[in-house]
C-alpha cells in the first residue's frame, strides 16, 4: 500500500472521487474506472506539483510530477498547465459553473439517466476536452 498523506494534503482529497490520482505514488498501477464521474483530477496543477516536491524532499518519490498522464503528453510545462487551468477556471465562473463539482454532477446525472446535463455544462465539457 503506498503512503498517501501527501495526497491528502490536495485541497479537493475530501471531495474527490477520481480513482487515478496523479499524487498517488502508484497511480500509474491502478486501473482506470470509466464509469467514475470524475475522470481527471481537478486540482490546480501548481498545486499538485508543489505537494510533490514536499513528498520528494521527504523520500517518497510520486511518479509524473504529480500530472496526469493527459497533461504529461499535451507536453507543456507546469507553469504552461496551470495558465491553461486558470482559463478553465475562469470559462466556468463566466459560464455562472461555480465549482468544478457541478461538471462532475452533470456527468453523473448523465451516467445515471436521471436527468439531462444542463447546456452550460455541455459547453464546458466541449471546451476542456
Not at 481527471?40 to 510533490?52: D, F, G, K, Q, Y
Not at 507546469?78 to 454532477?105: C, D, M, W, Y
Not at 439531462?116 to 455544462?121: A, G, H, Q, R
Request: with cysteine; charged share 25%; net charge negative.
Amino acid at each position: 500500500m503506498s503512503d498517501m498523506s501527501y495526497a491528502r494534503q490536495c485541497s479537493r482529497w475530501n471531495v474527490c472521487s477520481v480513482n487515478c490520482c496523479p499524487l498517488d505514488p502508484d497511480h500509474r498501477t491502478r486501473p482506470s474506472i470509466s464509469l467514475d464521474p470524475e475522470q481527471t483530477c481537478l486540482e490546480s496543477p501548481a498545486h499538485r506539483v508543489a505537494l510533490v516536491a514536499q513528498a520528494n524532499a521527504a523520500g517518497l518519490p510520486i511518479p509524473d510530477g504529480g500530472l496526469t498522464s493527459k497533461e504529461l503528453a499535451g507536453g507543456l510545462t507546469p507553469e504552461q498547465l496551470e495558465t491553461v487551468f486558470q482559463e478553465k477556471h475562469e470559462r466556468r465562473r463566466q459560464l455562472g459553473i461555480r465549482s468544478a463539482s457541478n461538471l462532475t454532477r452533470g456527468r453523473t446525472t448523465q451516467l445515471s439517466g436521471t436527468q439531462e446535463p444542463s447546456e452550460d455544462v455541455e459547453k464546458v465539457e466541449e471546451t476542456t476536452e
